[in-house]
C-alpha cells in the first residue's frame, strides 16, 4: 500500500484556488462579460484560470485577470470608424470624372439616409464654402467680355422674372393655403437662388426654425430632381447649348444645381447658366431689404437686416478678367476650371450627406405642393419663352 507523504514546509506555502480567492463579479465586470460573444466568454474562462495560476505562482506578474477582463474589439471595428472611413472612400470617388453632378447629390443623400454622416457638423459648414470656391474658379475658363454682354442682356428679363415669381408665389400661397412665411421664402428661393436666398430673408424675419427647414428641405428635393430632369428634357427637345444653359439659371432653384446640371451639357451651356444664375444671386441684396422693411412695418418692431453679400460672385469676375487681359494663363485656367467643376460635384455630395430624417419628417402636403406647382409654372414659362425664341442669348 503506497504510503501518502506529508506535506512539506514547501507545500504548505502553496495555496490553491479556492472560493474565497475569487472576488464576487461587480455589475461592470458582469456588463462587460455578457456584452462578449459566447464562444469569447467560454474563452475568457479559461485565460482567467490560467491568469490566477500565473499570479499565484509568482507575485510580481501584472494581474493577468484584469487585462483579460477589459477586452475590447479593435478600434477600425467600431462603426463610427467604418463609416467615417466609408464617407471618405466615397467622397473621393466623386472626384473621378465618371461620377456626374446627380449621382453625387443621390450618393450623398443615401449615406446620410443609411450608414448617417459622421461629420455632419463639419460638412454642413465646409459645404457652402467649397461651393463658392468652385464657382470662383469656373470663372478662369470664361471671358470676362463674354460674360459682361450675357448679363447685361438678361439683367432685364431677370428684374421681371424675379418680381412676377414673387407674386405669383405668394398669391399661390394663399391658394393651397400655406402658411404666409413658408409661402413667402419658398417663393424667394424660387425666385432668386435656392437656399442662399432663403437663408438671407429668414435671418431678417421672426421665422421659426421649422419653417426655414421646411422650405430648405422642399428647395432640395426640387434641385435633385432638377439634376437629372432638365438635361434629358433639355436633349429630347433639342436644346442647343445657349438656351438650355439660359433655361437652366432661370428654372432651378440653387446656383450648385444650375452649375451641375449645365456641365452635364456643355462647357457653353455651363457658361451661360454661371453667368446668368450668378447674376440673379446678386438680387439677394436688393430683396432682403425690400423684404425687411415690409416685414418691420406689418411687425411694427425693428428688424436687424445682416445680409450676407455674395462676395464669391466678385472673385469669379476677376478670376475671368485674369485669364481675358493675360491671354498666357488661358491652359492653366483651363485646369482650374476642370478641377473647379470635380469639387463642385464633390460639393453636392457633401450637400446631400447633409439631409437628415427629421428633414423629411417636417415636410407638410400643402408647402410641397406650393413649391413644387410654382417651380413647375417658372419651368414651363420660361421653357415656353426660350423655345419660341421670346428669350435668347
Not at 152 to 171: E, F, K, R
Not at 209 to 224: G, K, M
Not at 319 to 339: N, R
Request: aromatic share 8%; glycine share 8%.
Amino acid at each position: 500500500m503506497a504510503s501518502v507523504r506529508p506535506l512539506s514546509r514547501l507545500d504548505s506555502k502553496v495555496k490553491l484556488p479556492t472560493q474565497a480567492h475569487i472576488k464576487p463579479a461587480t455589475r461592470d465586470s458582469a456588463h462587460e462579460t455578457a456584452a462578449l460573444p459566447v464562444l469569447q466568454r467560454g474563452g475568457l474562462r479559461i485565460l482567467y484560470l490560467i491568469g490566477f495560476g500565473l499570479n499565484t505562482a509568482t507575485r510580481s506578474l501584472p494581474p493577468v485577470t484584469r487585462a483579460l477582463a477589459r477586452f475590447r474589439a479593435p478600434i477600425w471595428a467600431s462603426k463610427t470608424t467604418i463609416a467615417r472611413v466609408l464617407f471618405l472612400v466615397a467622397g473621393l470617388f466623386t472626384l473621378l470624372p465618371i461620377v456626374s453632378a446627380g449621382i453625387a447629390l443621390m450618393m450623398g443623400m443615401f449615406f446620410a439616409l443609411t450608414i448617417g454622416n459622421p461629420y455632419l457638423a463639419t460638412t454642413r459648414s465646409c459645404a457652402p464654402i467649397l461651393l463658392q470656391v468652385s464657382v470662383i474658379g469656373l470663372g478662369a475658363a470664361m471671358n470676362l467680355m463674354t460674360i459682361a454682354a450675357v448679363g447685361m442682356h438678361g439683367a432685364l428679363y431677370t428684374a421681371v422674372g424675379i418680381s412676377m415669381t414673387l407674386v405669383l408665389g405668394l398669391m399661390l400661397g394663399r391658394l393651397t393655403r400655406t402658411n404666409y412665411t413658408t409661402s413667402l421664402l419658398l417663393s424667394v428661393g424660387t425666385a432668386i437662388c435656392g437656399g442662399s436666398a432663403i437663408a438671407a430673408v429668414a435671418s431678417t424675419m421672426r421665422t421659426k426654425d421649422h419653417e426655414v427647414s421646411l422650405s430648405l428641405t422642399i428647395v432640395f428635393f426640387l434641385n435633385a430632381l432638377a439634376l437629372f430632369l432638365f438635361p434629358w428634357i433639355g436633349h429630347r427637345v433639342g436644346f442647343d447649348e445657349n438656351q438650355f444653359g439660359l433655361w437652366s439659371a432661370l428654372a432651378i432653384h440653387d446656383t450648385s444645381s444650375v452649375v451641375g446640371a449645365a456641365s452635364q451639357y456643355g462647357a457653353r451651356a455651363l457658361e451661360v447658366a454661371t453667368t446668368v444664375k450668378l447674376a440673379r444671386a446678386l438680387w439677394i441684396v436688393p430683396v432682403v431689404f425690400v423684404v425687411s422693411a415690409f416685414w418691420m412695418r406689418k411687425d411694427g418692431a425693428s428688424a436687424q437686416t445682416k445680409v450676407r453679400r455674395p462676395w464669391f460672385i466678385l472673385g469669379f469676375l476677376l478670376m475671368a478678367a485674369l485669364v481675358t487681359w493675360a491671354p498666357a494663363l488661358i491652359p492653366a485656367g483651363h485646369v482650374v476650371s476642370d478641377i473647379s467643376q470635380r469639387t463642385l460635384v464633390l460639393t453636392l455630395f457633401l450637400i446631400g450627406s447633409g439631409l437628415a430624417r427629421s428633414s423629411l419628417k417636417s415636410i407638410r402636403f400643402r408647402p410641397f405642393v406650393h413649391g413644387l406647382v410654382l417651380w413647375i409654372i417658372v419651368g414651363s414659362v420660361s421653357f415656353f419663352a426660350i423655345s419660341t425664341g421670346w428669350l435668347k442669348q
